[in-house]
């Protein structure tokens, strides 16, 4: 099976900004001690209304199935749910613009 890019897009609530920060620090090492990410980089970015985008490459579609079932995943996302809104790619101004421009965030 081929790798596959994803978004994730997480929107923090009021206040809680850096502990999303910080379960944003633990997703990708999760998922990669798992092996069900690739080695390529992952980029962070912050768009105008303060929804941060996560892209990232899944080994396969089924590392992505296998990532929704498994329990050290959901944990992880469960608190990230607790601190911010999971968003859309069209929820957000930059989508509407045929070139979107975003800011970047460092990548520990």
Do not use: N
């Not at 994803?6 to 609530?13: I, K, S």
Request: hydrophobic share 45%.
């Amino acid at each position: 099976m081929d790798p596959e890019v994803a978004f994730a897009l997480y929107r923090p609530q009021d206040g809680k900004e850096r502990e999303l920060l910080r379960l944003i620090g633990d997703h990708l090492p999760t998922l990669r001690r798992l092996e069900l990410i690739t080695d390529r980089p992952p980029l962070l970015l912050r768009s105008l209304d303060g929804t941060y985008v996560e892209i990232f490459e899944w080994r396969s579609g089924r590392a992505a199935r296998v990532a929704h079932e498994h329990p050290e995943v959901a944990a992880v996302w469960e608190a990230m749910g607790e601190v911010a809104d999971f968003r859309a790619l069209a929820d957000l101004e930059e989508s509407k613009a045929q070139f979107c421009h975003f800011t970047p965030v460092p990548v520990d």
